[in-house]
């Protein structure tokens, strides 16, 4: 039965390199834990140790993580692959620990594994069902209740999940095999954690019907749902919205005449590409910022009604006020000025509209979006504003949106 899931974790893994070029390097994210240990030996199987990279994360919130990153040094060093130890110690306690200390490790990892081709994780099929079964009992929809992705790209860095397809158990069998210990981490045990919840409850759901196999099959269901949603909003947004250079602009007509979930998609990334966030916002106060008559904050952005039944969403004005680049980096995250040097800066137009532009009402643009548009200076001289129509037109440039 071992050697029967080891013949399948190395045939998994080999069909996954397989569009990798050879002598590519291979970053590994390795706690000390059965899965990321299983995915190291899996990975040492069928690649050279001189193309691996190993990292471990110490957050500095228990004792016993110094020396499981030391444990994942040693079992490296005994492997000739090389490791490194990533500490992160601005952590304070407090609520959503979890969710903050993921983030912060994320951020980690990509700093580290800039240099690496591809970085891989060692989440399981365990994972996505504990995943599913959270989410769902935080009513979430098709986006927090699809599986896990595979592969995909963020801060610069490829980053892959190759062992999706087994269990945890799947894993520490393989390891047994191999006669190769692991690190327990004992906040796995702690019952103020959700997901050490559903792990608790997942013998009485396997008499329920609802074993893991049948959990992640239901999330690979939802990930197909939202690729299909994904495709047919390809073809709807032309028809629903607009760019008006970085705002994003809804004909409310046409908008209100879909059904709730493409409404709240199209709005929802908007918001997330316009303010800088990875996750949507809450769905309560969505409906809310959709329905409003009236300037609504959300997310890091304002979204204005205008005439002609237009819903537009800007960034809201308090959210970069106070930020500026030096050229040729970016501004808020979207704008830059590539044919500029370090003697330039970007920063939000604020109050300049008034002064500079009184008659600001010609542009047809709200004021609280013409504020916390891009415009770009030399000292105090104003080179360009697009949304005010000044200067040339190619001097500043925004960056694609993630649906083009």
């Given at each position: 039965m071992t050697e029967n899931i080891r013949s399948k974790i190395l045939s998994a893994l080999i069909h996954f390199l397989q569009d990798i070029p050879k002598g590519k390097v291979i970053g590994v994210a390795v706690s000390g834990g059965s899965d990321s240990v299983a995915l190291l030996l899996a990975l040492r199987e069928v690649l050279p140790s001189s193309k691996m990279r190993v990292a471990t994360v110490d957050h500095g919130l228990r004792s016993e993580a110094a020396d499981e990153a030391r444990w994942v040094g040693r079992l490296c060093t005994s492997f000739g692959i090389s490791h490194s130890t990533i500490p992160i110690r601005n952590l304070a306690t407090g609520s959503n620990l979890q969710a903050r200390a993921r983030d912060a490790r994320y951020n980690a990892l990509a700093d580290w594994g800039q240099d690496c081709d591809l970085l891989c994780l060692g989440h399981s099929k365990t994972d996505v069902a504990e995943t599913f079964l959270i989410r769902l009992a935080r009513g979430s929809g098709i986006d927090g209740l699809a599986a896990m992705r595979a592969r995909w790209n963020t801060c610069g860095v490829d980053w892959a999940r190759p062992l999706l397809g087994f269990s945890r158990d799947d894993l520490r069998k393989y390891l047994q095999d191999k006669g190769q210990s692991w690190c327990e981490d004992p906040s796995n045990e702690d019952l103020t954690y959700k997901r050490v919840q559903m792990r608790q409850a997942q013998p009485l759901l396997d008499g329920l019907g609802l074993n893991t196999q049948r959990l992640a099959k239901t999330?690979?269901?939802?990930?197909?749902?939202?690729?299909?949603?994904?495709?047919?909003?390809?073809?709807?947004?032309?028809?629903?919205?607009?760019?008006?250079?970085?705002?994003?602009?809804?004909?409310?007509?046409?908008?209100?005449?879909?059904?709730?979930?493409?409404?709240?998609?199209?709005?929802?990334?908007?918001?997330?590409?316009?303010?800088?966030?990875?996750?949507?916002?809450?769905?309560?106060?969505?409906?809310?910022?959709?329905?409003?008559?009236?300037?609504?904050?959300?997310?890091?952005?304002?979204?204005?009604?205008?005439?002609?039944?237009?819903?537009?969403?800007?960034?809201?004005?308090?959210?970069?006020?106070?930020?500026?680049?030096?050229?040729?980096?970016?501004?808020?995250?979207?704008?830059?000025?590539?044919?500029?040097?370090?003697?330039?800066?970007?920063?939000?137009?604020?109050?300049?509209?008034?002064?500079?532009?009184?008659?600001?009402?010609?542009?047809?643009?709200?004021?609280?979006?013409l504020k916390s548009s891009p415009s770009l200076w030399q000292n105090d001289k104003l080179i360009s504003a697009p949304m005010v129509d000044f200067g040339k037109k190619d001097v500043l440039e925004v960056v694609p949106t993630p649906w083009e």
């Open positions: 999330a690979a269901r939802m990930s197909s749902v939202q690729e299909a949603l994904a495709f047919s909003l390809r073809t709807l947004r032309p028809k629903v919205m607009h760019l008006d250079f970085g705002d994003i602009v809804f004909d409310r007509n046409v908008l209100e005449s879909l059904p709730g979930e493409y409404i709240e998609r199209m709005v929802s990334d908007a918001l997330c590409w316009i303010g800088g966030q990875v996750y949507r916002p809450r769905n309560l106060a969505l409906v809310r910022a959709i329905s409003t008559k009236t300037t609504f904050s959300l997310h890091g952005c304002v979204l204005i009604p205008q005439t002609g039944n237009l819903l537009r969403v800007s960034r809201e004005y308090a959210a970069v006020s106070r930020e500026l680049s030096i050229c040729p980096a970016l501004w808020d995250n979207r704008y830059f000025a590539p044919k500029y040097d370090n003697k330039y800066k970007i920063q939000a137009l604020g109050g300049s509209v008034l002064s500079l532009f009184p008659d600001w009402r010609t542009f047809q643009r709200p004021l609280t979006a």
